[in-house]
């Protein structure tokens, strides 16, 4: 079952939000809302959606993955053109969180859906069964629910909710589009209110607000409590609470309490002092945070007033955030004071909680820990923070409470998950499901596949011939190590006579964030030039060695692919990058340029789109990678990687993070057959010429007081790079351009102002202008 085409009804944050996705994802797009205007000759009378898209457009975070997608969005609205559903494979209602309005749209478009259309809600809480009232056999057949988490593009989740009369076909091809076209993790859900991750999110958040009350803490506090602390988002409770609106979670706390009968109440301060005040969050300016020109405000429920914001740090929070998971939860229950019995209660309440709905939200508990990791940003779901505090512990605390001891929790033998089984409902202990058309790297370590391991590196064996070579230093940054275990991966490949390798990681953060500036700032102050001179000759030595290598090499990019990781992923015969990939030679930031071959192979590549052309101005390449390197431009999807020309448009993306390693192997396989490592090239170099251009355009920078001294000293050395030096105009090999970025980089590297860019960067994170 193809779908091309989507509609979606109701342009607010969620409805623009899935337009923007699908529409980024490559799909027709029809986003209809309310009329604007009751004339139907007004031009007003579509604003609604068009607003909608346009703030989709504008938004921070992107909602689209390119600006170009937006053109693939059609706007109008429910009275004069919901007959673009009748095209429309897959229709989406986004509407108000109300049952009777969403029930009168399902009337109208099952008068005029195709008979493949495929029909869902994305209601964050309201019963599927609630929403069907009144529809017939057909519609009933081809209707379940798709609630996406804010903002769509971004969370990795999306729940699936069938009805006992759901077509299976419409489940499957649902799960099908959603994973493969827009890159979701699926979690079938039961039809229960509030589902999984609402159900048990909108329960915590709701019992720490309580509980904050009852210990007498600060949003602040709770905040640095419930965060990555104990393995949460770093949004943490109230700082989400911004980012979904209060006014969104004043309605779902209030349908999920209508229907389940539960105290789902919020505190009444909150209601009344930020909700009714119109006070909802970031998309109005202040909640329970506010930005002031003084800085981050903090609501305070105790005076309810701002007070400046006082972040909790240190101690031993301190102490605890930097142990592993399995490690920092015992330690966070074992504070002292307040905040340390604010902890205890808090995780004992939300397992009892979870242990006593599981089985009526979900099919077993993987799915409820995948729910709460994909949906809410959890580093663990809650079954592994159960197994992390220990059976005993969530024992005693629940005696110490007066809580009963929930069934499930009597079942488990020890732990919930054990030796690659986890614990079904009826008490036996089953096979973790994978998840589909993935390749796990860590599950393929464990089963014995690892070729090389050298500690900061491994190569693995991924079947059919063909390997991955996986950075593990911090940040995935590329040192030492990383380059001797490519170096011995690439023998080993070859030796081995398999098909090709792939280059990536599961880093959820960083493919690489280039070369570890705190090693070079060292040798700087050690003095040892020579050992820089020569640890810059191989890495250029290590990026090409990936170009010439006799197999094919796909790096697989995901996340921040910054500097020399850059340079690896620009250096591959493909790149299979996730569609979610940050890309740019950010060396300029810091003073310096890309001295691994970046500045070379965009003057390579751009010039190479040109010189088939004849009297063409080959200073347009140029001027194309000088701007990309000397402004340290940075793409905010692999779509905009391809649109800057980082991707080539023969590199593919992957719009599901758990799809990129396998379709990265299929890659190599589709190229291995008669491969050959391309030819050395040559590019004609400006010379002089063109650097006079780009000197004088930096010249002028700097007299309208846009670029300091030493921006156009980092700015000429990128151009003289580009130009291929200041001689006459000539043809230039590769080795000479990397001749020619080595000897500039090491330049740059022995200035002061470049040394104090990379002793800030090194200590506040930030770029220095100096």
């Known amino acids: 079952m193809r779908m091309t085409t989507v509609g979606v009804v109701g342009a607010g944050a969620m409805g623009s939000g899935i337009a923007a996705l699908a529409a980024s994802a490559g799909c027709r797009v029809v986003l209809l809302d309310i009329p604007g205007d009751s004339d139907p000759k007004s031009p007003n009378r579509s604003a609604p959606a068009k607003n909608g898209l346009q703030k989709a457009i504008k938004s921070k975070p992107a909602s689209f993955m390119e600006a170009a997608a937006a053109a693939r969005v059609r706007t109008g609205n429910t009275e004069d053109h919901l007959q673009l559903l009748a095209e429309c494979d897959w229709i989406c209602e986004a509407i108000v969180e109300l049952a009777e309005p969403k029930q009168q749209l399902f009337a109208r478009i099952e008068a005029l859906m195709k008979p493949t259309a495929i029909i869902s809600s994305n209601t964050s809480g309201i019963p599927m069964s609630v929403l069907l009232e009144g529809r017939g056999e057909k519609f009933r057949r081809r209707f379940l629910g798709t609630h996406f988490f804010n903002p769509p593009r971004y969370m990795h989740l999306l729940e699936i909710i069938p009805t006992p009369e759901t077509d299976p076909a419409v489940i499957g091809a649902t799960r099908e589009f959603a994973e493969r076209t827009l890159g979701k993790g699926i979690v079938i859900a039961k039809d229960v209110p509030g589902f999984v991750a609402n159900r048990l999110g909108v329960y915590g958040m709701v019992g720490t607000m309580r509980r904050m009350e009852q210990h007498g803490l600060t949003i602040d506090e709770v905040d640095g409590l419930t965060g990555s602390l104990i393995g949460r988002a770093r949004t943490a409770t109230f700082r989400t609470g911004d980012l979904s609106g209060l006014d969104v979670l004043a309605h779902v706390t209030k349908g ?277 001179a020569l640890s810059c000759k191989a890495f250029q030595d290590s990026v090409m060695s990936i170009r010439r290598a006799p197999f094919p090499v796909v790096v697989a990019p995901a996340g921040m692919t910054l500097g020399g990781g850059s340079e690896f992923t620009l250096h591959a015969d493909a790149v299979q990058a996730h569609a979610e990939t940050y890309m740019g030679l950010v060396e300029a930031g810091v003073g310096l340029l890309p001295g691994g071959g970046g500045t070379k192979e965009l003057l390579m590549r751009f010039t190479a789109e040109l010189q088939n052309y004849e009297e063409v101005d080959l200073f347009a390449a140029v001027k194309r990678a000088f701007k990309l390197i000397a402004f340290a431009t940075t793409t905010t999807s692999a779509y905009e990687a391809k649109a800057l020309g980082f991707l080539r448009d023969s590199d593919r993306i992957s719009m599901n993070r758990d799809h990129q390693l396998a379709d990265a192997k299929a890659r190599v396989l589709d190229l291995a057959r008669g491969y050959l490592p391309p030819i050395e090239r040559t590019v004609r170099a400006l010379g002089r010429e063109g650097l006079g251009n780009l000197e004088y355009a930096l010249w002028a920078a700097k007299e309208a007081g846009q670029a300091s001294a030493h921006d156009v000293r980092v700015g000429r050395a990128i151009a003289y790079v580009l130009c291929g030096g200041d001689g006459t105009p000539r043809d230039v090999t590769e080795q000479d351009l990397l001749d020619l970025e080595r000897e500039q980089f090491l330049s740059l590297l022995g200035t002061k102002e470049t040394q104090e860019r990379i002793a800030y960067t090194l200590k506040t994170g930030k770029p220095l202008r100096n």
Not at 369 to 398: C, H, K, N, S, T
């Open 256 to 532: 999920i309490g209508g229907a389940t009968g539960e105290d789902f109440a919020l505190p009444s301060w909150m209601l009344d002092e930020l909700v009714a005040k119109g006070k909802l969050g970031d998309k109005t300016g202040g909640g329970f945070y506010a930005k002031t020109k003084e800085g981050t405000q903090t609501f305070d429920w105790k005076s309810k007033s701002y007070l400046p914001q006082q972040r909790l740090e240190g101690g031993e929070i301190g102490q605890a955030i930097r142990m592993p998971i399995a490690q920092r939860l015992p330690a966070a229950v074992a504070m002292s004071g307040a905040q340390g019995a604010f902890l205890r209660d808090h995780l004992a309440d939300a397992a009892h909680y979870t242990l006593t709905l599981a089985a009526e939200l979900a099919y077993d508990i993987v799915a409820i820990d995948r729910a709460m990791e994909w949906g809410y940003g959890w580093e663990a779901g809650p079954f592994q923070i159960m197994d992390a505090l220990g059976i005993d512990w969530l024992r005693g605390e629940f005696r110490a409470q007066g809580k009963s001891i929930p069934p499930l929790l009597e079942m488990a033998k020890g732990s919930f998950y054990k030796d690659g089984e986890f614990l079904t409902f009826d008490g036996t202990y089953e096979p973790i499901p994978g998840i589909p058309g993935r390749l796990a790297l860590a599950s393929l370590a464990k089963s014995g596949r690892v070729l090389d391991d050298n500690g900061l590196s491994r190569l693995i064996d991924l079947g059919d011939g063909v390997a991955c070579f996986e950075f593990r230093s911090k940040m995935n940054s590329l040192g030492e190590g990383v380059l001797k275990g490519l170096e011995s991966a690439l023998s080993k490949v070859e030796k081995l006579g398999f098909n090709g390798m792939v280059i990536g990681n599961e880093d959820a953060r960083a493919f690489s964030v280039g070369a570890d500036l705190s090693l070079v700032s060292f040798a700087v102050s050690a003095g040892a030039w020579d050992d820089i």
